[in-house]
């Protein structure tokens, strides 16, 4: 199985709460070059997990005009101050196909670190519309592989 964390693109600095913030113009463009690099390398993804935070599901949107129609699911676990252990712990119930999960940091960075060190202080840096995909026959803490890590504007791979 695969997981592919994404940052969420570019956002605005300002809007009335944090959960509120739009993507920049900037931030849409990263999120379709997201989705067009994805499309290319051919994942099958089975689901696409979401924050509710507007800029990620602007940039789900943006990934998912690339992938096509993808089951979306939003889900709570995902804003930028949720635990990555609770989080891991949801992923290690998952028995589904290849993942997409968008959301924001320091989640994203601490998951990687999480699930593929298991020490949520071991994540790479992750700038926004970067992405990480890890693989492993169940997602559990210190046992997946990181396969790759991809940021915007190029994506090409790194790791």
């Given at each position: 199985m ?15 709460s944090?959960a ?83 959301s ?36 559990l803490a ?15 791979a790194?790791?």
């Amino acid at each position: 199985m695969k997981i592919v964390i994404l940052r969420h693109g570019e956002a605005e600095i300002y809007a009335d709460s944090d959960a509120q913030r739009n993507l920049s113009d900037y931030g849409h463009e990263q999120a379709k070059s997201a989705g067009l690099c994805l499309k290319n390398l051919a994942i099958e993804f089975e689901q696409v997990w979401v924050s509710p935070y507007l800029r990620a599901q602007q940039t789900a949107d943006g990934v998912l005009s690339e992938l096509g129609d993808i089951p979306r699911e939003t889900l709570d676990g995902l804003t930028p101050e949720s635990s990555p252990s609770q989080l891991a712990e949801a992923l290690a119930t998952y028995r589904g196909g290849d993942l997409l999960l968008v959301s924001h940091q320091p989640l994203v960075s601490a998951l990687v670190g999480l699930l593929a060190n298991a020490d949520h202080r071991a994540g790479p840096p992750m700038s926004p519309a970067s992405m990480a995909m890890l693989s492993a026959d169940t997602l559990l803490a210190g046992c997946c592989q990181l396969r790759w890590l991809r940021h915007a504007p190029t994506f090409e791979a790194t790791v």
